[in-house]
């Protein structure tokens, strides 16, 4: 049996692929068309953190951690053709969808990249889902990191998945209206729409899983060795806030706070969400919550200030003097936004939390002084701007 886990090569991606094969003895194969690496090198940055070419991190997982069920295939979803090879060659008993162009800012530079990001997010997602239809593979269990982005920042409490719409006096639970706010986070809203219309007219059981914004530098897997470390961004274009906050500090420059980054956004951390995508992928059909289950990959919301005073604060125990700054926002949002989502099923589904936001910004600090030289390089990455043509 297998476990096809897409965009393997990605931040988290790779550390997933590790964790599941850590505890299956079926094979993991990792699929990658290598797009992240190029969609970085293309904004002028680079990861901080060293990423091993993949012969060499399979190499490592096999002496660090004896994983001889781990193996790659580079490919392009969204080539149809492809994708209907790789599935009916490998017959996967469960498809954990991480491949993605993941950056909400890179997806409103220009019309270009706006609609590469669409195209490579949403035929990448249908390529796999008619797949599964065509080729009779219809058990096979889908998961996908789709965003908590989808949701948009709406003014009440955020469901898990559906809402209760009232008309008339009936009620009824309904999926909830896409709201994003990006080109990129609207692909993920169109995804979830197709995995519920695979769900109900395929019968494909579908795992919708809305990634929160995920912080960390490693995994106990992925720390075991520096070849199995995982990418760490820290530029303007796929540097969450979190890192690209961390990377200042250590840069030296002021955490750059845009407007009153009083808005609460909703956060996980990378082991958190490794965690959950494994025992997900590793679940027997019985222990599935439904054919269709939204989980809020999410284990609390943080205000951008509070991320900012942590940071500075952790930041001094590390000998560095962080300065938080305000500056004119070049986004589009309620900066006074005070989100409250729920995330019972994912809660239930991993646990323990496996660390503070402080801890995780502890471990941050140590990876990112360990390549300060290559944060420095790249200092002009940290603020929006526009790429040459």
Known sequence: MTVLLTGGDGYIGWPTGLRIAQRTDERVLLVD????????EEVGSVSATPVADMDERLQAAREVHGLNNLSFLEADL?????VDELLTVHEPRVVVHTAAQPSAPYSQINGERSNFTQHN????????????????????????????????????????????????GKREEVPFPAMAGSWYHLTKSHDAANMRLANQQFGVPISDVRTAIVYGSETDETGADSRLGTRFDFDYYFGTVAHRFCAQAVAGYPVTVYGKGEQRKPFISLDDAVEGLARLALADPGERAGSHTVYNQVTRAISIVEIANTIASVGVEHGLDVQVEHFENPRDEDETHKMTIENDRYASLIGEQSATFEEAVQDIFGTLLEHRETVAAHEDRFLPGVLEE
Do not use: C
Request: glycine fraction near 8%; charged fraction near 25%.
């Open 121 to 168: 997010n949403l035929q990448s997602t249908r390529n796999l889902l008619w797949a599964l239809e065509e080729q009779d593979m219809t058990d096979t269990h889908f998961i996908e990191t789709t965003t908590t982005g989808v949701y948009g920042a709406p003014e009440f409490p955020i469901p898990e998945g559906g809402a209760v719409m009232e008309n008339k």
């Open 78 to 82: 969204t080539e149809k053709t492809t």
């Open 33 to 40: 068309n290598f797009g992240r690496r190029d969609w970085v």
